[in-house]
C-alpha cells in the first residue's frame, strides 16, 4: 500500500510536469521565441512632431516648444539603492521635479517582462536640459529624448476653435496605435477633429542589445511621417478685434464667407487651453467647472437657443410650400390673436398691432401675429420639414468635434419626448422661434446664408489640408422667386428703413446690409406677456438672449455675420453696435474692395439690389423724413392667392378654429416706395470718418 501511494505521487508530478513542458514548449513556444527575440532586438518607435496650426495669413495658432523627456533603465530593482541614488540626481539637478512621483511612475510600469526605458519625467525645457545634458547623458541608467509640447500662442483668442492636446486615456490608447506610442491626443476643437491628420505616423528603429540592455547596432530605420501644417481660413486679426469687442458679454459672433469658409467665430467668455497641457490642476478644472457663465461651452456648436424672429423668413418659405399656404395674403394685426372659442390670447410684441401687413412689412417690423395666422395654416409638421431643410434642428457638418442638433419639433417629437399630444397654441409659439425650438448659433449662420444665396452650405475652418485645398460644400435649395425676392426686401428694410429693427446702428454703414433681428426668451411667454416686464427691470439670468443675424453686401452677399448676446434684450439695440463695428472694420481691411461692394457715386442700384430688377424706379414717390428714410423695393413682389369661398374653414381635432376667408391681397401702399434721390445721396457719403475711428479703435488688432 506504501509504495501505491509514492507511486501514485511520482505520477502525478510526472504528469505535471509534462503537461507544463508541453505548454511552454508547444502551445506557449512563439511567445517565450518572441520574447527571447527581444533580448537580443528591440524595436522603438520614434514619434512624429505634431502638425502646426495656422491662420489664413501663417500665423501660428497651435506649435511644438521643443524640450525633453527623461527615461530610467527598467530592471533596476524597485527599492534599490541605485534607483533612489538616479532619482535623487535628477531632483538634484531639476528641482521642480517630484521625487514621489517618479518612484510611482517607475514602479508602476515595471516588470520583468519590460525592456523599455521607463520614462519618469515627461518635459524639460530645452534651456533647462542644455546646462545638465553633458552631465546626465553620461549616466548609462538615464535615457534622454526629444520631446514636443504644444503651445498656443493666441491663448484664449481661438481656444473654442483650436482647442487643445492632452494626456490619453486607456480607451484612446486602446483606439489609435499611435496615441497609445505618443501618449497624446487632441481633446477638443480642431485638435480632436483633425487628430489624425495632425499626429501623423510613427517610425521605428530596431538595435541589437545586449543582456544588459546595451545597444551594440542599429539593425533597421524607418522615419516618422514629417507633418504639414492645417491651414485655416480663420483671420486672427478679425478674431481678436471681435473678441475685445465682445468683451464682457456672453454670447457668439461668427463670421462666413457665402461658400461656407469661417472667418471669425467666436465664444465668450473663453478660457486659456495652455493651461490643459500636460494635465490642469484640480483646482483650475474646478473653477472652470463652477464658473456660472460656462466659459468651457463651445456656444458656437454646443449653444441651444430659441431662434426667436429670426425664424420668420424660415416659416414664410414653409408657407409657400404649403398648398395650405396664402403668404402673399396680408393679415390683420391688432396686437394679438385667439384660437377658437379660447379666450386666450396670443399676443403680438406691438401692443396696439400694426394694422394691415404684408410679409415684407411682417418681416421688417417683426410681427408675430402676421406668422401665428401663417403657421396655424399649413400646421406643425409642414413647418418643421421646411425649417429642418433650411439648415435649423440638424447638425451642419462643421469640422468640430461634438456637435449638438437643437430641436425643431413636430407632432410626432413631442409624443416621443413627453409622451403627449401636440396644441395648437404651441404652433403658434413656434412660428415665431419660441417654445420648444431651439437652434445653434452654427446653423442660424448656415440658414442666413441659404436665405441670402439660396445655397446650402457646409461651415467649415480648414483651408488646406495634408498639402491639399479644402473645396466647399455647396448644396443649391430651389426656391421660389418672388418669395424670396420679398423676403429680402424685408431683410433689407430691418437694417435701412426707419421701421426697421436694426436700422439705428445699420443705417450708416459703407456697405448695404440686410439682416433679421430676434429676440430668445428666457422667461415664459405668458409671464413676459402678462407681467408686460421690460427688459431692464428684469434680473440678469431672466432677460432674453439677443440675435441679429445678417449678410452683405445686400443683392451680391459675400459675408455673413451672425451675433448673439446672452440676457442682452433686443438683437437691434443689444448686437447693432457690434455688428455695425464688424462691418466697418471689414470695409477698412479691404473685404468689400469689388465694383459694386460700397456704396458710392456709382453705385448701381438697379444690378446691385436684384429685386428692383422688375421696377421701374423713377415711378416711386416720396416719403416723408419722419415716416421712412427710404426703402428700395416699390412693392411687395409676392401675390396671393385666389380668394377662398366664404365657406371654408380649417378644422382640427373636429373643431372649428379660424375662418380662411381671406379678402383678395390688397397691393402693399405707397408706403413701400422710395425716393431715390434720397438714396442716391445716402448711397453717394463716404463712411472715411467712421472708418479711421475703427482703425483708431483697433490699432493694436495685428500684433
Not at 484664449?156 to 487643445?164: F, P
Not at 541589437?208 to 486679426?237: C, G, H, R, W
Not at 471669425?264 to 478644472?285: E, H, L, Q
Not at 468689400?592 to 457715386?601: M, P, R
Request: hydrophobic share 35%; charged share 25%.
Amino acid at each position: 500500500m506504501k509504495y501505491k501511494i509514492v507511486f501514485l505521487l511520482f505520477f502525478i508530478v510526472w504528469s505535471i510536469m509534462i503537461v507544463r513542458l508541453y505548454q511552454i514548449s508547444i502551445k506557449s513556444g512563439y511567445y517565450y521565441k518572441e520574447l527571447a527575440k527581444e533580448n537580443i532586438e528591440r524595436k522603438q518607435y520614434l514619434k512624429p512632431i505634431r502638425g502646426e496650426i495656422v491662420d489664413t495669413n501663417g500665423r501660428l495658432l497651435a506649435m511644438n516648444r521643443i524640450g525633453f523627456s527623461i527615461s530610467i533603465r527598467p530592471h533596476l530593482k524597485r527599492d534599490g539603492e541605485r534607483l533612489h541614488k538616479v532619482v535623487d540626481n535628477l531632483v538634484e539637478t531639476f528641482p521642480d521635479l517630484n521625487k514621489t512621483i517618479m518612484l510611482k511612475v517607475y514602479k508602476k510600469f515595471s516588470s520583468a517582462y519590460n525592456h523599455k526605458y521607463i520614462k519618469v519625467v515627461d518635459f524639460v525645457r530645452y534651456k533647462d536640459m542644455m546646462e545638465a545634458y553633458p552631465i546626465l547623458s553620461l549616466d548609462e541608467d538615464i535615457k534622454i529624448e526629444a520631446e514636443t509640447k504644444r503651445y498656443y500662442p493666441y491663448g484664449k483668442y481661438a481656444a473654442h476653435i483650436v482647442g487643445y492636446t492632452g494626456r490619453s486615456n486607456k480607451k484612446e490608447n486602446k483606439l489609435d496605435s499611435v496615441v497609445n506610442e505618443v501618449g497624446v491626443i487632441g481633446k477638443t476643437g480642431l485638435e480632436r477633429h483633425y487628430n489624425k491628420t495632425l499626429q501623423g505616423q510613427l517610425g521605428y528603429t530596431i538595435t541589437k542589445v545586449t543582456a544588459t540592455n546595451k545597444e551594440i547596432e542599429l539593425l533597421e530605420y524607418q522615419k516618422p511621417t514629417e507633418n504639414q501644417s492645417l491651414v485655416l481660413n480663420l483671420d486672427m486679426n478679425m478674431q481678436m478685434m471681435i473678441s475685445k469687442r465682445m468683451q464682457g458679454m456672453a454670447g457668439v459672433v461668427i463670421v462666413m464667407r457665402t461658400n461656407g469658409e469661417i472667418l471669425a467665430a467666436v465664444s465668450t467668455p473663453t478660457y486659456d487651453p495652455n493651461m490643459f497641457v500636460g494635465g490642469i490642476s484640480r483646482k483650475d478644472w474646478k473653477a472652470l467647472q463652477d464658473d456660472p457663465e460656462h466659459p468651457f461651452t463651445n456656444r458656437l456648436i454646443q449653444g441651444t437657443y430659441p431662434p426667436g424672429s429670426t425664424i420668420k423668413m424660415g416659416v414664410a418659405i414653409a408657407s409657400s410650400l404649403s398648398p395650405k399656404g396664402n403668404i402673399g395674403a396680408q393679415e390683420k394685426c391688432r396686437g394679438w390673436i385667439t384660437i377658437g372659442k379660447s379666450k386666450h390670447k396670443f399676443r403680438c410684441w406691438k401692443k396696439h398691432g400694426h394694422g394691415k401687413v404684408s410679409l415684407r412689412k411682417a418681416i421688417r417690423e417683426s410681427c408675430d401675429v402676421f406668422f401665428y395666422n401663417k403657421s396655424l395654416e399649413i400646421g406643425i409638421n409642414t413647418m418643421s420639414k421646411v425649417l429642418k431643410s433650411l439648415g435649423l434642428g440638424v447638425k451642419t457638418g462643421v469640422d468640430l468635434p461634438r456637435e449638438f442638433r437643437g430641436v425643431i419639433p413636430d407632432k410626432a417629437w413631442k409624443k416621443r419626448r413627453f409622451k403627449q399630444q401636440w396644441y395648437m397654441g404651441e404652433t403658434v409659439i413656434a412660428s415665431i422661434g419660441q417654445g420648444y425650438d431651439s437652434v445653434t448659433p452654427m446653423q442660424l449662420a448656415r440658414y442666413t446664408n441659404l436665405l441670402a444665396t439660396g445655397n446650402l452650405v457646409t461651415p467649415h475652418f480648414a483651408k488646406i489640408v495634408n498639402g491639399v485645398e479644402v473645396k466647399p460644400e455647396i448644396k443649391k435649395i430651389k426656391l421660389d422667386k418672388n418669395v424670396m425676392d420679398t423676403i429680402h426686401a424685408g431683410m433689407y428694410d430691418v437694417c435701412n428703413t426707419q421701421h426697421g429693427t436694426a436700422y439705428k446702428h445699420l443705417k450708416n454703414l459703407p456697405i448695404v446690409v440686410a439682416g433679421k433681428t430676434g429676440t430668445s426668451q428666457v422667461v415664459s411667454i405668458a409671464q413676459n406677456v402678462i407681467n408686460r416686464t421690460k427688459e431692464h427691470d428684469l434680473e440678469y439670468w431672466r432677460r432674453s438672449h439677443a440675435l441679429l443675424t445678417t449678410y452683405a453686401p445686400f443683392g451680391k452677399p459675400k459675408y455673413i455675420v451672425t451675433t448673439l448676446v446672452e440676457h442682452g434684450g433686443h438683437g437691434g439695440g443689444t448686437n447693432g453696435p457690434v455688428v455695425a463695428d464688424i462691418y466697418r472694420w471689414m470695409y477698412a481691411k479691404g473685404y468689400f474692395s469689388e465694383n459694386g461692394d460700397i456704396k458710392s457715386d456709382d453705385y448701381n442700384i438697379t444690378s446691385a439690389i436684384d429685386p428692383l430688377k422688375n421696377y421701374d424706379i423713377n415711378e416711386t414717390k416720396r416719403l416723408p423724413v419722419r415716416q421712412y428714410r427710404h426703402s428700395v423695393i416699390k412693392k411687395d413682389i409676392v401675390k396671393s392667392k385666389p380668394k377662398p369661398k366664404e365657406s371654408e374653414v380649417i378644422i382640427i381635432n373636429n373643431k372649428r378654429v379660424t375662418k380662411t376667408t381671406r379678402a383678395k391681397a390688397e397691393k402693399s401702399s405707397s408706403n413701400d416706395g422710395f425716393s431715390i434721390s434720397n438714396i442716391l445721396k445716402k448711397i453717394s457719403k463716404k463712411s472715411n470718418e467712421t472708418v479711421e475711428k475703427i482703425n483708431t479703435i483697433y490699432t493694436n488688432d495685428s500684433n
